[in-house]
């Protein structure tokens, strides 16, 4: 199965490391502690006052990012196509010129 009309050819791979990496780095960025006592190493720190969001974001993609470098990548091959090219192709021809929902006739 080829590419699909829209896709990035080439680019995929960089446009795709860049999205990951700006992910990271915003989800950490945009959580910073709401209150001066709950920045670690400053005079009357206290773990009330803490912010764990940065941590969760940050232990979820080690968690994610380390399940994929050690098991994922080896057997994940992208969605599995449900039927043969000329069955996808019958149900596309049959339903992709359709826009906005199914039409529906009142039962007699």
Do not use: C
């Amino acid at each position: 199965m080829g590419a699909g009309e829209w896709n990035l050819g080439r680019w995929y791979k960089p446009i795709g490391w860049t999205a990951i990496i700006w992910v990271g780095f915003i989800s950490v960025v945009v959580h910073p502690a709401d209150h001066p006592t709950g920045i670690p190493f400053k005079n009357g720190f206290t773990w009330l006052s803490f912010n764990y969001a940065p941590i969760a974001v940050i232990g979820t993609m080690l968690l994610v990012g380390g399940w994929w470098v050690i098991s994922a990548h080896k057997w994940f091959k992208g969605p599995v196509a449900q039927g043969s090219e000329e069955e996808l192709a019958r149900i596309e021809e049959r339903y992709g010129e359709r826009a906005g929902p199914p039409v529906t006739t009142p039962a007699a």
